[in-house]
C-alpha cells in the first residue's frame, strides 16, 4: 500500500486501479501514481494542480483524466 500525506483519500495501491485523489489541495500528482500501470480512470477534479508530470502520458491504459 502507498500513503500519501495531505489526501484525505489516502489508500493508493495496485490493487485499486483507479483512486480517487480529488479533492485534496494536492499541488503535484504523487509520482507512485505513475506506477499503476493499469490506471484507467484518474479523477484529480477540485486540487490545486498547474501543470501534469511527464510521466501522464506512459500510464497508456489511461483513457479518463
Known amino acids: 500500500s502507498f500513503f500519501f500525506t495531505g489526501c484525505k ?6 490493487h485499486n486501479p ?5 479533492r ?6 504523487p509520482d ?3 506506477n499503476l500501470s ?3 480512470h484518474l ?3 477540485s486540487n490545486r494542480l498547474s501543470t501534469l508530470p511527464d510521466w501522464i502520458g506512459i500510464l ?6
Open 9 to 14: 483519500s489516502n489508500l493508493i495501491n495496485k
Open 18 to 22: 483507479n483512486p480517487n485523489i480529488s
Open 24 to 29: 485534496n489541495q494536492l499541488t503535484d500528482i
Open 32 to 34: 507512485r501514481i505513475g
Open 38 to 40: 493499469n490506471l484507467t
Open 43 to 45: 479523477d484529480i477534479s
Open 60 to 65: 497508456r491504459n489511461l483513457t479518463t483524466l
